[in-house]
């Protein structure tokens, strides 16, 4: 069972634009919402993180847009780079969780 | 920012031989974790560690694995024997809790069975 969703599979936008990556969850007990990066070859690395308190959170050209009735977040990348191509997770804990729970991944490639 | 050294790399082995993943945490974190990934695609949790003992695995922590720190050293993952299936890229990462604070990934370690 996938508790963790993301969309687009891939995504491809020019420089400059806004990416726009898309989490689903079904657990309605996740609290935090972390955002990873990940380069090839590279171990995942947080990007930007969110708790359920919240409904939006920046940082730089990252915001994360959560919904907490919709057990929906997005992340939007603005003015996105050719250095920001790579595989973003959505990743997803509750409380009393021992573990993070990985979405399946967006992989984003940015076209100069 | 801190670092989690994973080793090795990258090995070959032939299937029902047996491998170790060696990973070394972030050196004041108490929480070490083993995911694995086919192909760059998700992550999929295997097991997680404190205090000298397995937390929480998953259905993928099949008998033929195991996990250990002994004595403070490197927290390994043990698979044995190898099956053609367990090629994939074993990522450890540590955490000071698991409340949700952030986890820090090693490079991976890319198991290929042959």
């Known amino acids: 069972q996938q508790q963790v969703r993301q969309s687009p599979q891939s995504l491809t936008v020019w420089e400059g634009e806004t990416a726009i990556l898309n989490c689903s969850y079904e657990d309605s007990t996740f609290n935090y919402f972390p955002w990873y990066q990940q380069f090839p070859g590279e171990g995942p690395a947080l990007l930007i993180s969110i708790r359920s308190v919240s409904d939006k959170k920046e940082d730089g050209r990252f915001t994360i847009f959560f919904n907490k009735r919709e057990k929906k977040l997005s992340l939007h990348i603005t003015d996105s780079q050719p250095g920001d191509s790579a595989t973003y997770f959505c990743?997803?804990?509750?409380?009393?969780?021992?573990?993070?729970?990985f979405g399946t991944g967006t992989k984003l490639q940015v076209v100069p | 920012g801190p670092k989690v050294l994973q080793i090795p790399s990258h090995q070959i082995i032939d299937m029902g031989q047996m491998v170790t993943l060696n990973c070394d945490p972030v050196?004041?974190?108490?929480?070490f974790y083993w995911y694995k990934q086919i192909l760059g695609q998700q992550m999929e949790f295997l097991v997680n560690?404190?205090?000298?003992?397995?937390?929480?695995k998953s259905k993928l922590f099949k008998d033929q694995f195991s996990v250990e720190r002994p004595d403070g050293s490197y927290f390994t993952l043990k698979i044995q024997p190898t099956a053609l299936e367990d090629s994939a890229v074993y990522f450890c990462?540590?955490?000071?809790?698991?409340?949700?604070?952030?986890?820090?990934f090693g490079e991976g370690s890319r198991l290929i069975v042959v």
């Open positions: 050196s004041n974190h108490l929480y």
């Open positions: 990743a997803a804990i509750t409380n009393s969780g021992t573990y993070q729970r």
């Open positions: 560690f404190y205090n000298g003992k397995v937390m929480e």
């Open positions: 990462a540590s955490s000071l809790d698991n409340s949700g604070n952030t986890l820090y």
